[in-house]
């Protein structure tokens, strides 16, 4: 079940959001640190969970759904939450930017694609 439709995703319901679509996160977030943070620890969680193949298939698909969903977001905050808190850490694995690049769509996509091409150019 997803909790929130793309109009109503906003910066300062992103975190509620996520700890309602990903529960398997929810139990170890620690919601006292600030939006990138708790982002910035959900990306490593997804990325670690990538490459260690420790995370389920139902965890997985609820996360990328939901980084789909910030994608499709047009507030311009979610979407650099997104980039900012998300996209850059899973561009740090061979596995997690394969996961990626196969789970992500439209805007969300895009956005991880210009990611790797800054990446790329560094």
């Not at 996520?18 to 990138?36: M, N, Q, R, V």
Request: proline content about 2%.
């Amino acid at each position: 079940m997803h909790y929130l439709d793309n109009s109503v995703l906003k910066p300062e319901t992103v975190i509620s959001a996520l700890l309602a679509e990903c529960p398997s996160f929810a139990k170890l977030a620690d919601i006292e640190e600030g939006t990138y943070s708790v982002l910035g620890d959900f990306a490593i969680y997804l990325r670690d969970g990538i490459t260690n193949n420790t995370l389920q298939a139902d965890g997985l698909e609820s996360a990328f759904a939901f980084l789909n969903k910030m994608g499709a977001s047009d507030d311009l905050e979610v979407q650099n939450q997104l980039v900012v808190g998300i996209l850059e850490i899973l561009a740090d694995t061979d596995e997690s930017t394969s996961a990626a690049k196969r789970k992500l769509e439209g805007r969300a996509l895009e956005l991880f694609d210009r990611t790797l091409s800054g990446w790329n150019k560094a």
